[in-house]
């Protein structure tokens, strides 16, 4: 199977709320970036690329989380990260059932992704130059 299909497989699993929340995750990330690539790893975890890892979705038994590979170096003025905050590296979005995130706020942080991996991709090249 593809990874999408993987991701598609793992989302029709979830047959409560979590299934349409990961969906609607999916569906942002398409939405900011068209060119997305979606791969599966970790032992069956969607993960959203451009120029390297943005965000990995994961479903549990109470809630969905989102995580941001680089999500402690990315702004976050609307603070909808809410979990995984005492690192140096990553963040993460978690939702129970019945909460909302602003998706605006996420729209943003994706762009911010994007434009963290594209400058450090660049900057990689130049110095291999």
Partial sequence: MTPGEEIDA???GLTDWRGARLARFREIFHEVD???VEEWKWMGSPVWE??????????FKTSVKLGFMYGAS????HAIFNDELAG???R??????????DEGALKNLIRAAIARNTEKRATKKREHL
């Fill in 10 to 12: 793992y989302i029709s």
């Fill in 34 to 36: 068209p060119d997305v």
């Fill in 50 to 59: 451009h120029d390297g890892i943005m965000a990995v979705g994961m479903a």
């Fill in 74 to 77: 990315l702004p976050d003025p």
């Fill in 88 to 90: 140096n590296q990553r």
């Fill in 92 to 101: 993460a979005i978690k939702l129970g059932e019945g909460d909302t995130v």
